[in-house]
T-cell receptor, first 114, second 113 residues
Protein backbone atom coordinates (compact mmCIF):
# COMPACT_ATOMS: atom_id res chain seq x y z
CA UNK A 1 0.00 0.00 0.00
CA UNK A 2 1.13 3.55 -0.62
CA UNK A 3 0.47 6.44 1.71
CA UNK A 4 1.54 10.02 2.15
CA UNK A 5 1.43 12.31 5.16
CA UNK A 6 1.47 16.07 5.38
CA UNK A 7 2.00 16.62 9.09
CA UNK A 8 1.06 20.30 9.14
CA UNK A 9 -2.46 21.49 8.36
CA UNK A 10 -1.19 25.06 8.10
CA UNK A 11 2.15 26.77 7.66
CA UNK A 12 2.60 30.47 8.34
CA UNK A 13 5.57 32.41 7.01
CA UNK A 14 6.46 36.06 6.53
CA UNK A 15 6.95 37.39 3.04
CA UNK A 16 10.58 37.21 2.03
CA UNK A 17 11.39 34.36 4.41
CA UNK A 18 12.13 30.82 3.25
CA UNK A 19 9.27 28.35 3.37
CA UNK A 20 9.06 24.60 3.81
CA UNK A 21 5.99 22.41 3.43
CA UNK A 22 6.59 18.90 4.70
CA UNK A 23 5.69 15.58 3.13
CA UNK A 24 6.58 12.04 4.13
CA UNK A 25 5.59 8.88 2.35
CA UNK A 26 5.37 5.13 2.77
CA UNK A 27 5.66 2.78 -0.22
CA UNK A 28 7.00 -0.66 -1.02
CA UNK A 29 8.68 0.01 -4.35
CA UNK A 30 10.43 2.94 -5.99
CA UNK A 31 8.49 6.13 -5.30
CA UNK A 32 7.16 8.69 -7.72
CA UNK A 33 6.47 11.93 -5.85
CA UNK A 34 4.47 14.99 -6.82
CA UNK A 35 3.58 18.42 -5.51
CA UNK A 36 0.45 20.27 -6.58
CA UNK A 37 -0.90 23.71 -5.63
CA UNK A 38 -4.52 24.77 -5.38
CA UNK A 39 -5.55 28.40 -5.33
CA UNK A 40 -8.98 29.31 -3.93
CA UNK A 41 -11.87 28.02 -6.00
CA UNK A 42 -9.54 26.51 -8.61
CA UNK A 43 -8.36 23.08 -9.65
CA UNK A 44 -5.02 21.58 -8.68
CA UNK A 45 -1.99 22.70 -10.65
CA UNK A 46 1.16 20.63 -11.05
CA UNK A 47 4.29 22.12 -9.47
CA UNK A 48 7.00 19.46 -9.74
CA UNK A 49 7.72 15.77 -9.51
CA UNK A 50 10.49 13.31 -8.67
CA UNK A 51 10.82 10.27 -10.88
CA UNK A 52 14.50 9.34 -10.68
CA UNK A 53 17.92 10.98 -10.75
CA UNK A 54 18.87 14.18 -8.99
CA UNK A 55 17.37 14.37 -5.51
CA UNK A 56 16.74 18.11 -5.84
CA UNK A 57 13.87 18.83 -8.16
CA UNK A 58 13.09 22.32 -9.42
CA UNK A 59 9.59 23.29 -10.44
CA UNK A 60 7.27 26.15 -11.27
CA UNK A 61 7.16 29.54 -9.55
CA UNK A 62 10.58 29.11 -7.91
CA UNK A 63 9.61 26.04 -5.88
CA UNK A 64 11.90 23.08 -5.36
CA UNK A 65 11.71 19.82 -3.44
CA UNK A 66 14.31 17.44 -2.10
CA UNK A 67 13.86 13.70 -2.27
CA UNK A 68 15.33 12.01 0.80
CA UNK A 69 15.11 8.25 0.54
CA UNK A 70 16.46 7.49 4.02
CA UNK A 71 13.93 9.78 5.68
CA UNK A 72 11.18 8.94 3.15
CA UNK A 73 10.51 12.63 2.73
CA UNK A 74 9.86 15.03 -0.13
CA UNK A 75 9.63 18.50 1.40
CA UNK A 76 8.64 21.48 -0.73
CA UNK A 77 10.79 24.58 -0.38
CA UNK A 78 11.15 28.11 -1.66
CA UNK A 79 13.96 30.50 -0.71
CA UNK A 80 11.80 33.62 -0.48
CA UNK A 81 8.04 33.45 0.01
CA UNK A 82 5.56 35.74 -1.73
CA UNK A 83 2.08 36.67 -0.53
CA UNK A 84 0.83 35.22 -3.81
CA UNK A 85 2.21 31.80 -2.77
CA UNK A 86 -0.62 31.55 -0.23
CA UNK A 87 -2.58 28.47 -1.29
CA UNK A 88 -3.28 24.83 -0.48
CA UNK A 89 -0.44 22.44 -1.28
CA UNK A 90 -0.81 18.73 -1.90
CA UNK A 91 1.86 16.05 -1.90
CA UNK A 92 1.15 12.79 -3.78
CA UNK A 93 2.94 9.46 -4.19
CA UNK A 94 2.76 6.37 -6.31
CA UNK A 95 5.26 3.51 -6.44
CA UNK A 96 6.41 0.75 -8.72
CA UNK A 97 4.65 -2.48 -7.92
CA UNK A 98 1.54 -0.69 -6.70
CA UNK A 99 -1.12 1.44 -8.34
CA UNK A 100 0.15 3.94 -10.89
CA UNK A 101 -2.46 6.37 -9.58
CA UNK A 102 -0.93 8.70 -6.98
CA UNK A 103 -2.32 8.84 -3.48
CA UNK A 104 -2.78 12.42 -2.29
CA UNK A 105 -2.09 13.86 1.12
CA UNK A 106 -4.68 15.90 2.98
CA UNK A 107 -3.08 19.17 2.00
CA UNK A 108 -1.25 21.96 3.80
CA UNK A 109 -2.53 25.51 3.81
CA UNK A 110 0.32 27.95 3.29
CA UNK A 111 -0.27 31.47 4.50
CA UNK A 112 2.32 34.10 3.64
CA UNK A 113 1.97 37.27 5.70
CA UNK A 114 2.95 40.66 4.23
CA UNK B 1 -5.34 24.82 -24.90
CA UNK B 2 -8.42 23.91 -22.83
CA UNK B 3 -6.94 20.88 -20.98
CA UNK B 4 -9.64 19.33 -18.79
CA UNK B 5 -13.10 20.89 -18.97
CA UNK B 6 -15.90 19.95 -16.60
CA UNK B 7 -19.50 21.10 -16.30
CA UNK B 8 -21.47 22.36 -14.52
CA UNK B 9 -19.40 24.64 -12.31
CA UNK B 10 -22.10 24.91 -9.65
CA UNK B 11 -25.19 22.83 -8.94
CA UNK B 12 -27.74 22.59 -6.15
CA UNK B 13 -29.72 19.36 -5.93
CA UNK B 14 -32.50 18.17 -3.72
CA UNK B 15 -32.05 14.86 -1.90
CA UNK B 16 -33.00 12.02 -4.20
CA UNK B 17 -32.48 13.90 -7.44
CA UNK B 18 -30.08 12.65 -10.06
CA UNK B 19 -27.49 14.48 -12.09
CA UNK B 20 -24.48 13.92 -14.32
CA UNK B 21 -21.20 15.75 -14.21
CA UNK B 22 -19.56 15.98 -17.60
CA UNK B 23 -15.83 15.99 -18.29
CA UNK B 24 -13.75 16.20 -21.43
CA UNK B 25 -10.01 16.39 -22.06
CA UNK B 26 -8.17 17.41 -25.20
CA UNK B 27 -4.72 16.02 -24.34
CA UNK B 28 -5.30 12.55 -25.82
CA UNK B 29 -4.77 10.95 -22.41
CA UNK B 30 -5.71 7.36 -21.80
CA UNK B 31 -6.49 7.69 -18.09
CA UNK B 32 -9.25 9.79 -16.62
CA UNK B 33 -10.34 10.24 -13.01
CA UNK B 34 -13.05 11.61 -10.78
CA UNK B 35 -12.10 12.90 -7.33
CA UNK B 36 -14.02 14.55 -4.55
CA UNK B 37 -12.52 17.10 -2.19
CA UNK B 38 -13.85 17.64 1.29
CA UNK B 39 -12.40 19.85 4.05
CA UNK B 40 -9.73 18.00 6.01
CA UNK B 41 -10.04 14.90 3.81
CA UNK B 42 -7.86 15.89 0.91
CA UNK B 43 -8.62 14.37 -2.47
CA UNK B 44 -10.34 11.01 -2.64
CA UNK B 45 -10.60 8.98 -5.81
CA UNK B 46 -14.16 8.00 -6.74
CA UNK B 47 -13.67 6.17 -10.04
CA UNK B 48 -11.07 6.02 -12.74
CA UNK B 49 -10.71 4.79 -16.28
CA UNK B 50 -7.32 3.51 -17.44
CA UNK B 51 -8.36 3.39 -21.06
CA UNK B 52 -11.37 3.83 -23.28
CA UNK B 53 -13.91 1.14 -22.49
CA UNK B 54 -12.72 0.40 -18.94
CA UNK B 55 -13.71 1.82 -15.56
CA UNK B 56 -12.68 0.88 -12.02
CA UNK B 57 -13.67 1.81 -8.51
CA UNK B 58 -11.53 4.08 -6.43
CA UNK B 59 -11.57 4.75 -2.72
CA UNK B 60 -15.15 6.08 -2.39
CA UNK B 61 -17.34 4.73 -5.24
CA UNK B 62 -20.61 4.18 -3.36
CA UNK B 63 -23.48 6.29 -4.68
CA UNK B 64 -21.78 7.05 -8.00
CA UNK B 65 -21.60 5.62 -11.49
CA UNK B 66 -19.32 6.55 -14.36
CA UNK B 67 -19.23 6.24 -18.11
CA UNK B 68 -16.17 6.47 -20.33
CA UNK B 69 -18.05 7.64 -23.41
CA UNK B 70 -14.94 7.78 -25.62
CA UNK B 71 -11.29 8.64 -25.17
CA UNK B 72 -12.08 12.31 -24.50
CA UNK B 73 -15.10 12.10 -22.22
CA UNK B 74 -15.69 10.65 -18.75
CA UNK B 75 -18.93 11.39 -16.93
CA UNK B 76 -19.92 10.96 -13.28
CA UNK B 77 -23.53 10.25 -12.35
CA UNK B 78 -25.27 10.59 -9.02
CA UNK B 79 -28.39 8.44 -9.27
CA UNK B 80 -30.04 9.53 -6.00
CA UNK B 81 -28.19 12.42 -4.43
CA UNK B 82 -27.63 12.51 -0.67
CA UNK B 83 -26.44 15.38 1.55
CA UNK B 84 -23.22 13.41 2.15
CA UNK B 85 -22.41 13.93 -1.51
CA UNK B 86 -22.14 17.67 -1.04
CA UNK B 87 -18.59 18.28 -2.15
CA UNK B 88 -16.29 19.70 -4.77
CA UNK B 89 -15.73 17.29 -7.63
CA UNK B 90 -12.67 17.28 -9.84
CA UNK B 91 -12.16 15.52 -13.12
CA UNK B 92 -8.58 14.81 -14.16
CA UNK B 93 -6.59 13.04 -16.82
CA UNK B 94 -3.10 11.67 -17.45
CA UNK B 95 -1.19 9.20 -19.51
CA UNK B 96 -1.52 5.71 -18.06
CA UNK B 97 1.54 4.55 -16.15
CA UNK B 98 3.90 5.47 -13.34
CA UNK B 99 5.19 8.98 -12.86
CA UNK B 100 2.83 10.72 -15.25
CA UNK B 101 1.49 14.13 -14.32
CA UNK B 102 -2.22 14.35 -13.61
CA UNK B 103 -4.02 17.40 -15.01
CA UNK B 104 -7.11 18.67 -13.23
CA UNK B 105 -10.24 20.49 -14.26
CA UNK B 106 -11.46 23.59 -12.44
CA UNK B 107 -13.95 21.75 -10.25
CA UNK B 108 -17.71 21.39 -9.83
CA UNK B 109 -19.29 22.62 -6.61
CA UNK B 110 -22.26 20.41 -5.73
CA UNK B 111 -24.66 21.06 -2.86
CA UNK B 112 -27.34 18.52 -1.94
CA UNK B 113 -30.10 19.90 0.28
Amino acid sequence: AQSVAQPEDQVNVAEGNPLTVKCTYSVSGNPYLFWYVQYPNRGLQFLLKYITGDNLVKGSYGFEAEFNKSQTSFHLKKPSALVSDSALYFCAVSASGGSYIPTFGRGTSLIVHP
Amino acid sequence: NAGVTQTPKFQVLKTGQSMTLQCAQDMNHNSMYWYRQDPGMGLRLIYYSASEGTTDKGEVPNGYNVSRLNKREFSLRLESAAPSQTSVYFCASSETGYGNTIYFGEGSWLTVV
